[in-house]
């Protein structure tokens, strides 16, 4: 089924915070907005969050008992060897590894965690609503396929009235995100 | 907070923000000068007597080399430490600066970074092709296997050096990369090339600028930035163990760890001004790269420089105040007189004293004297680890172990090699890379440049 989107364009920051608060206030539900860099202030206004960090905490203490486990096994149980005396579990030396070795896996962990959550993954064609957002425009989509004619018009006259350069009426068969 | 008034702003001449995609990108789109290829020559023809003096080391065995039973390190092992140490600031610019939230960072972390993962290959390969029997490098991964099973010594520094390593790298790519994924979109979004967009269509994974992308995107930052700044620093106190560890007179020093990480961060920073002169020279981004960001840098040279100094000092005191007459001789007989003054005074000349002009506002505002300094850090570095490897092995405990130790061209020629690969490295990055994190740099167009912040 085909879906149908406005979209605002803004030039700057300014326009496009203050054009995403009006919609909020008449209760418009935002679809999504794109930007050339990270803008702060979008986070808050639509509530959005990341667990990112959670879960690269739960990644990191698997990885330390993982590991630590590991040595323990290798050092202790499967093939003891004596090295200058020292006892078989030496903890202390084995810290080093640990460290290293939570650090990796915290990384990778999360960079998959974070491809998968976000659709990012090599050669994946998310579905570009206008291909400037990337360069130099601020860009609100709004998706209109509940809302008639009339509430379309009025989005499009918000946007307009807070300073959209453009407002643009666009179909999409399947949305990829 | 920032002071616009006294540190100007961060990109200057007022870019809107296409400009600033268009700028950062250019080189890319544009056939390189005649420069880009002469070097690129040179360093290829460095590359191929390089692989050709890897060539014979492999075939022929370390026997190729000048080091012998009691200088078992030489050159290798020196150049490993130098290579770690450049691959060291990349990461510890980009990481630390980015926890620190110092926003100048942005116009130089991708260079940095591209920098750090180009040396820490080079650096590999050093270890690698000393363990004799390259081919059988695979037994120091801890794998279930047939002999025994007889697991990798966990105890050792040099295992540990071998998963620092292995990690950093793989780490340092992989914060490079992301970084990356919106810069490769705005390609793709800008070109109208179509080779070009599916190429960076499908390396950019997709990437759109949502909301949600750019806030998993600086969460997934802050992590890594977060966890790898230990990394930075455990990488070069693991190398030091190496050392630490061994009980050769002028090793056996708990100074080691932070003395390692601070000259690696040195040389580090060096090598990120020697290419950010010659970027700022070569493709003129000078609005972005402004003086205020080498001015910067070279602050936090002299910075390094007297902790370098004091490290220093401190080495040969300790040698004087243990009373130990081993470390008294490798001090003040091998060192600071002796058949090795040349290197050492070379290191303190170069690392202590020259660092010390960036206190005149001249030389941090003049290119030569950026380009200078910072080339002379680096040959510094290399004679500081040429002291620390070579020095002690040479003269221990037993006078007739004494010998003395020279490189044969072999050993010159990976060197070279590593030097060849390194540039070519670099100039295939500013080719085919953005030089600059185009929407980094994008978010802070606006610091130092309104009347109201």
Same mark, same amino acid.
């Given at each position: 089924?085909?879906?149908?989107?406005?979209?605002?364009?803004?030039?700057?920051?300014?326009?496009?915070?203050?054009?995403?608060?009006?919609?909020?206030?008449?209760?418009?539900?935002?679809?999504?907005?794109?930007?050339?860099?990270?803008?702060?202030?979008?986070?808050?206004?639509?509530?959005?969050?990341?667990?990112?960090?959670?879960?690269?905490?739960?990644?990191?203490?698997?990885?330390?008992?993982?590991?630590?486990?590991?040595?323990?096994?290798?050092?202790?149980?499967?093939?003891?060897?004596?090295?200058?005396?020292?006892?078989?579990?030496?903890?202390?030396?084995?810290?080093?590894?640990?460290?290293?070795?939570?650090?990796?896996?915290?990384?990778?962990?999360?960079?998959?965690?974070?491809?998968?959550?976000?659709?990012?993954?090599?050669?994946?064609?998310?579905?570009?609503?206008?291909?400037?957002?990337?360069?130099?425009?601020?860009?609100?989509?709004?998706?209109?396929?509940?809302?008639?004619?009339?509430?379309?018009?009025?989005?499009?006259?918000?946007?307009?009235?807070?300073?959209?350069?453009?407002?643009?009426?666009?179909?999409?068969?399947?949305?990829?995100? | 907070?920032?002071?616009?008034?006294?540190r100007g702003p961060l990109v200057e001449g007022?870019k809107?923000?296409?400009?600033i995609?268009?700028e950062i990108?250019s080189p890319?789109?544009?056939?390189?000068?005649?420069?880009?290829?002469?070097?690129?020559?040179?360093?290829?023809?460095?590359?191929?007597?390089?692989?050709?003096?890897?060539?014979?080391?492999?075939?022929?065995?370390?026997?190729?080399?000048?080091?012998?039973?009691?200088?078992?390190?030489?050159?290798?092992?020196?150049?490993?430490?130098?290579?770690?140490?450049?691959?060291?600031?990349g990461?510890?610019f980009s990481?630390?600066l980015?926890?620190?939230?110092q926003r100048w960072r942005t116009s130089i972390n991708r260079a940095a970074e591209a920098m750090?993962?180009?040396?820490?290959?080079?650096?590999?390969?050093?270890?690698?092709?000393?363990?004799?029997?390259?081919?059988?490098?695979?037994?120091?991964?801890?794998?279930?296997?047939?002999?025994?099973?007889?697991?990798?010594?966990?105890?050792?520094?040099?295992?540990?050096?071998?998963?620092?390593?292995?990690?950093?790298?793989?780490?340092?790519?992989?914060?490079?990369?992301?970084?990356?994924?919106?810069?490769?979109?705005?390609?793709?979004?800008?070109?109208?090339?179509?080779?070009?967009?599916?190429? !960076?269509?499908?390396?950019? +994974? $997709?990437?759109?600028? &949502?909301?949600?992308?750019? @806030?998993?995107?600086? /969460?997934?930052?802050?992590?890594?930035?977060?966890?790898?700044?230990?990394?930075?620093?455990?990488?070069?106190?693991?190398?030091?163990?190496?050392?630490?560890?061994?009980?050769?007179?002028?090793?056996?020093?708990?100074?080691?760890?932070?003395?390692?990480?601070?000259?690696?961060?040195?040389?580090?920073f060096?090598m990120v001004m020697t290419l950010m002169v010659i970027v700022r020279k070569i493709y003129k981004l000078t609005d972005y790269i402004t003086d205020n960001h080498m001015d910067a840098i070279a602050r936090i040279?002299? !910075?390094?420089?007297?902790? +370098? $100094?004091?490290?220093? &000092?401190?080495?040969?005191? @300790?040698?004087?105040? /243990?009373?130990?007459?081993?470390?008294?001789?490798?001090?003040?007989?091998?060192?600071?007189?002796?058949?090795?003054?040349?290197?050492?005074?070379?290191?303190?000349?170069?690392?202590?004293?020259?660092?010390?002009?960036?206190?005149?506002?001249?030389?941090r505002r003049s290119w030569?004297?950026l380009l200078?300094?910072s080339?002379?850090?680096?040959?510094?570095?290399?004679?500081?680890?040429?002291?620390?490897?070579?020095?002690?092995?040479?003269?221990?405990?037993?006078?007739?172990?004494?010998?003395?130790?020279?490189?044969?061209?072999?050993?010159?020629?990976?060197?070279?090699?590593?030097?060849?690969?390194?540039?070519?490295?670099?100039?295939?990055f500013f080719?085919?890379?953005p030089i600059m994190a185009v929407?980094e740099v994008k978010?802070v167009i606006?610091i130092g440049?309104?009347?109201?912040?």
């Amino acid at each position: 089924m085909k879906k149908t989107y406005k979209i605002g364009i803004y030039d700057d920051e300014e326009t496009f915070i203050s054009s995403i608060k009006s919609l909020q206030q008449k209760e418009f539900k935002i679809y999504d907005v794109f930007t050339p860099y990270p803008v702060h202030e979008v986070f808050h206004l639509l509530k959005l969050k990341s667990r990112l960090p959670t879960a690269a905490y739960f990644f990191g203490l698997f990885a330390i008992i993982a590991v630590l486990a590991f040595l323990y096994y290798t050092s202790v149980i499967n093939w003891p060897i004596v090295y200058g005396g020292k006892p078989f579990n030496s903890f202390p030396s084995f810290i080093v590894v640990t460290i290293v070795i939570t650090i990796f896996t915290v990384t990778i962990a999360s960079l998959a965690t974070f491809s998968a959550r976000s659709k990012l993954i090599p050669g994946r064609d998310n579905t570009i609503f206008d291909h400037r957002a990337t360069d130099d425009k601020f860009v609100i989509v709004v998706n209109t396929d509940t809302l008639g004619d009339s509430g379309s018009d009025q989005i499009e006259a918000l946007m307009k009235e807070q300073g959209a350069v453009e407002v643009l009426d666009k179909e999409f068969e399947n949305v990829i995100a | 907070m920032y002071n616009k008034k006294i540190r100007g702003p961060l990109v200057e001449g007022n870019k809107t923000l296409s400009q600033i995609s268009k700028e950062i990108l250019s080189p890319m789109e544009t056939v390189p000068g005649l420069w880009w290829y002469i070097t690129f020559g040179i360093s290829s023809i460095a590359a191929i007597f390089g692989f050709y003096a890897i060539f014979i080391t492999v075939s022929r065995g370390i026997g190729t080399w000048g080091v012998n039973n009691s200088v078992g390190w030489g050159w290798e092992i020196v150049n490993f430490v130098w290579w770690i140490g450049i691959g060291h600031a990349g990461t510890a610019f980009s990481i630390f600066l980015l926890i620190l939230r110092q926003r100048w960072r942005t116009s130089i972390n991708r260079a940095a970074e591209a920098m750090t993962v180009i040396a820490v290959m080079m650096a590999a390969l050093f270890p690698a092709l000393h363990m004799g029997r390259v081919w059988l490098a695979f037994y120091i991964f801890p794998y279930p296997n047939t002999r025994g099973p007889l697991w990798v010594n966990f105890n050792s520094p040099l295992f540990w050096d071998f998963i620092a390593i292995t990690a950093y790298l793989l780490i340092s790519f992989s914060f490079w990369y992301l970084g990356m994924l919106p810069d490769f979109a705005t390609i793709r979004d800008r070109t109208k090339s179509k080779i070009k967009k599916a190429i !960076f269509g499908f390396f950019g +994974m $997709g990437w759109t600028g &949502s909301g949600r992308h750019w @806030i998993r995107f600086e /969460s997934l930052s802050f992590i890594l930035g977060g966890i790898a700044a230990v990394l930075v620093v455990s990488v070069h106190s693991i190398v030091s163990t190496d050392f630490a560890v061994g009980i050769e007179p002028g090793w056996h020093t708990t100074l080691f760890p932070p003395y390692f990480v601070v000259g690696a961060i040195f040389s580090g920073f060096a090598m990120v001004m020697t290419l950010m002169v010659i970027v700022r020279k070569i493709y003129k981004l000078t609005d972005y790269i402004t003086d205020n960001h080498m001015d910067a840098i070279a602050r936090i040279l002299v !910075f390094i420089s007297l902790i +370098m $100094g004091t490290a220093y &000092s401190t080495e040969v005191f @300790i040698a004087w105040y /243990s009373g130990n007459e081993y470390e008294m001789f490798t001090f003040f007989r091998n060192r600071i007189t002796g058949d090795f003054t040349f290197q050492f005074w070379g290191m303190i000349f170069c690392n202590a004293l020259i660092p010390q002009l960036f206190w005149f506002r001249k030389v941090r505002r003049s290119w030569i004297g950026l380009l200078a300094v910072s080339l002379l850090i680096n040959l510094g570095m290399w004679f500081e680890r040429f002291n620390i490897v070579v020095t002690s092995l040479s003269k221990d405990f037993l006078p007739s172990n004494w010998v003395s130790y020279n490189p044969t061209y072999i050993e010159i020629g990976v060197y070279l090699g590593t030097l060849g690969l390194f540039t070519a490295g670099i100039l295939l990055f500013f080719r085919y890379i953005p030089i600059m994190a185009v929407s980094e740099v994008k978010s802070v167009i606006n610091i130092g440049r309104k009347s109201d912040d």
